[in-house]
């Protein structure tokens, strides 16, 4: 295993703490900010005890969001200087998109920074500052760059991996609320009107047919089942009833994913 270049081969200037939540009730409580930062300090002073600590926090944006399109992480990549140590808890709190984090991964180095994830890593940099002086072999067989950089393309790729896990449950969360008949947002659905109801201190959206709108739906669905296209169906339908629907208007009708399919399938 490669043995890791020890922080103190390197003066440490400043030490510039990132912390990052993406969702409002965590800007809020401030819990997970906090346990960062908490977490970041702890570790800086017990290696630098008497460096300078910066924080750049943002609030309420995601992890998916571009380093440089986020205000204190762009403000932090300015701000930093050769000699700077950057920490954040976890990876993931500093990026969920493995291009993004790819492509300013050089930027750090190119600064000489070296980027800790003190919570997921503890001592190991994950960056290390470039060494532009360093040729030839022991450049090229430099055992632990090499292994830094294998451990950073695996490592965003998790993240990537991790965020469309989330993604894949929060689409099963929308279908299980539609399926139950509550609005996953939008406009109000052709068929339905929007009821308020409380759980608790918690807000949901009641979707409430509309009898004669529904009407429409179901004879919509039934030409669909006999064969006929969107075109056909809005000929129909409009004969029939008293509505002006045009074709894109029932195409967006038969390609509803989640919202309110227990009622209208």
């Known amino acids: 295993m490669a043995?890791?270049?020890?922080?103190?081969?390197?003066?440490?200037?400043?030490?510039?703490?990132?912390?990052r939540v993406s969702t409002t009730e965590q800007v809020k409580s401030g819990t997970s900010l906090?346990?960062?930062?908490d977490i970041c300090e702890e570790f800086a002073r017990s290696k630098w005890?008497?460096?300078?600590?910066?924080h750049f926090v943002d609030e309420?944006?995601?992890?998916?969001?571009?380093?440089?399109e986020r205000e204190k992480a762009r403000e932090m990549t300015d701000y930093m200087e050769e000699n700077?140590?950057?920490?954040?808890?976890?990876?993931?709190?500093?990026?969920?998109?493995?291009?993004?984090?790819l492509a300013t991964i050089p930027a750090f180095q190119e600064s000489r920074v070296l980027v800790y994830f003190c919570e997921q890593f503890g001592d190991m940099p994950i960056v290390y500052p470039s060494e532009s002086?360093?040729?030839?072999?022991?450049?090229?067989?430099?055992?632990?760059?090499?292994?830094?950089e294998i451990m950073l393309m695996v490592l965003s790729a998790v993240a990537e991996i991790e965020h469309g896990t989330i993604l894949d449950r929060f689409a099963d969360?929308?279908?299980?609320?539609?399926?139950?008949?509550?609005?996953?947002?939008?406009?109000?659905?052709?068929?339905?009107?929007?009821?308020?109801?409380?759980?608790?201190?918690?807000?949901?959206?009641?979707?409430?047919?509309?009898?004669?709108?529904?009407k429409v739906l179901r004879q919509i669905y039934a030409l669909r089942d006999r064969g006929l296209g969107p075109r056909r169906i809005c000929k129909q339908i409009n004969s029939l009833f008293d509505v002006d629907f045009n074709h894109r208007k029932v195409q967006n009708i038969l390609d509803r994913k989640f919202q309110a399919t227990r009622q209208i399938h």
């Not at 309420?60 to 440089?68: D, K, R, Y």
């Not at 002086?133 to 760059?145: E, H, T, V």
Request: aromatic share 8%; proline share 4%.
């Open 34 to 37: 906090t346990q960062q930062i």
């Open 133 to 148: 002086d360093n040729q030839g072999l022991r450049s090229r067989f430099d055992m632990n760059r090499i292994a830094n």
């Open 60 to 68: 309420g944006q995601s992890g998916t969001i571009p380093i440089l």
């Open 173 to 214: 969360g929308k279908m299980y609320w539609s399926k139950e008949g509550y609005s996953i947002g939008g406009p109000t659905p052709y068929g339905f009107r929007k009821v308020d109801e409380w759980h608790g201190h918690k807000r949901r959206v009641k979707l409430v047919e509309v009898e004669e709108e529904q």
């Open 49 to 54: 005890p008497h460096c300078e600590i910066l």
């Open 3 to 19: 043995v890791v270049r020890p922080a103190n081969a390197m003066v440490v200037s400043r030490v510039l703490i990132y912390a």
């Open 84 to 101: 700077d140590v950057i920490i954040c808890t976890r990876l993931d709190r500093l990026s969920r998109n493995a291009k993004d984090l």
